[in-house]
């Protein structure tokens, strides 16, 4: 008669519990709301956090000597914001729309070849003014419904439409011209049947060709 043996507890493989400083090292930084309207930081602050956009927009701000605003940029989802070379931020940057971010500390400035704000606002700050000395108006707001065609979400209540996320107001402050001239030519390119506006957030892109001609692109 065989006699049965307890197992031992080699038997069975231990779990192994990483260690709590091996957690803590993986875990993802925490995502911070950021309602419309707020800022991330402001010019002449001392940043030195990089700031990931997860969801939303954010525009960058210069506010002129006159007391208006000059919108050098827009960052849009899956941008970072890094630290730069200057000792304070040379702008301010401010949510267009609801936003979830992800803050996380840097030891270092931004380097060449890496995704950084700074970057960004200068190469979209000297396309603009090359926009702004070689086309009028209306082909400066042709370009920029252009170039931001591919940052827009769809509409999941119209096929084929897209969410305006991008206010007139900013648009205005973004290519240099009043707000009166950014409505009245989308409306003009809505009659032309370049794009359809059914709502002050919603945009459809019909006549693309017809709106590169217009931008001179």
């Known amino acids: ?11 069975y493989p231990r779990r192994v519990v990483p260690p709590i400083s091996t957690c803590s090292e993986v ?13 991330l930081f402001w010019e002449g602050d001392h940043h030195a956090d990089k700031i990931l956009i997860v969801e939303g927009v954010v525009r960058a701000v210069r506010l ?3 007391g208006n605003r000059q919108i050098l940029a827009f960052y849009w989802p899956g941008d970072v914001v ?3 070379q200057a000792s304070c931020q040379q ?4 949510a267009v729309t609801n936003c979830r971010v992800v803050r996380s500390p840097v030891a270092s400035i931004c380097q060449s070849g890496e ?4 970057h960004q606002v200068l190469t979209d700050t000297l396309s603009l003014v090359v926009t702004m000395s070689q086309k009028n108006s209306v082909a400066r707001i042709a370009a920029f419904l252009l170039r931001i065609r591919r940052h827009l979400p769809t509409d ?16 205005a402050d973004h290519v240099g011209t009043s707000l009166e001239t950014v409505c009245r030519t989308l409306a003009e390119f809505k009659a032309k049947g370049l794009i ?15 709106l590169i001609r217009i931008a001179g692109d």
């Open 1 to 11: 008669m065989s006699t049965l043996m307890a197992p031992s507890i080699s038997t």
């Open 156 to 171: 999941p209540k119209r096929p084929h439409a897209l969410l305006m996320m991008i206010p007139r107001a900013d648009i």
């Open 27 to 39: 875990r993802s930084p925490p995502t911070s709301l950021l309602p419309r309207g707020r800022a």
């Open 196 to 210: 359809d506006m059914p709502n002050r957030k919603t945009i459809t892109y019909l006549n693309l060709p017809g």
């Open 82 to 84: 890094r630290p730069t």
């Open 115 to 118: 995704p950084c704000g700074a």
């Open 64 to 66: 002129l000597e006159n």
């Open 91 to 94: 702008f301010t940057a401010e």
